[in-house]
Structures are given as structure tokens and as C-alpha cells.
Nanobody, 117 residues
């Protein structure tokens, strides 16, 4: 059984920053490629960023240069981060972490990010 807990969301003004965290624990392989995803109101969930065990990462084009993904690997857990800078209203969404590609059994509750003045 795998547990995922996302945190760090909130209300921020345009141009502001947030740092999201996700703790993954349980019966798992710590070498997973991990990803951040988001779902805006009325839209499908989309991939935002992913990172390999060795730190190699990929970022989707519409947040490139503003978002950075990182991870801490422990023996029995992974902590995943998403540093979000220069936030825009269109970044408003619920943000989720999961494996990449995503495992449908792993979706957590996510963390709400709202960018508004």
C-alpha cells in the first residue's frame, strides 16, 4: 500500500511563489520516476513535471522557466517538491503528485493552488 500526501498549496497573488511538497511512503520502489500533475476547473488533468531518481527532470512548456521539480530519496520514502515562481492566474488548479506515467491507484487528494489578486 502506497500513501501520497501533497501539501503547500494556497492563495497567492500573480507573480508570487509557492513550494509544493509530496511525501510518498509505504510498500514502494524508491527509484520511481515521479511527477507533478494538475487539474484546473473544467479541464482534464495534465502533466506538469517529472523527475528521475538521479534528478534528471522534464518540465512542460507552459511552465518552463517558472517551475522547478526536485526530490529527496530516502530508504523507504520519497519527498517530491515543486517550486513555482512567477505564478499566473492560469496556474490555478489542484496539484497532484504520482508516478510517471501516473498510476490510477495512487491519486491523492491533491493541494489547491489559487492565483488571484
Amino acid at each position: 500500500q502506497v500513501q501520497l500526501v501533497e501539501s503547500g498549496g494556497g492563495l497567492v497573488q500573480p507573480g508570487g511563489s509557492l513550494r509544493l511538497s509530496c511525501v510518498l511512503s509505504g510498500n514502494m520502489f524508491t527509484g520511481y520516476v515521479m511527477g507533478w500533475y494538475r487539474q484546473a476547473p473544467g479541464k482534464q488533468r495534465e502533466w506538469v513535471a517529472r523527475i528521475r531518481f538521479d534528478g534528471t527532470s522534464s518540465i512542460t512548456d507552459n511552465v518552463k522557466g517558472r517551475f522547478t521539480i526536485s526530490r529527496d530519496n530516502a530508504e523507504n520514502s520519497i519527498t517530491l517538491f515543486l517550486q513555482m515562481n512567477s505564478l499566473k492566474p492560469e496556474d490555478t488548479a489542484v496539484y497532484y503528485c504520482n508516478r510517471w506515467p501516473a498510476d490510477s491507484n495512487w491519486w491523492g487528494h491533491g493541494t489547491q493552488v489559487t492565483v488571484s489578486s
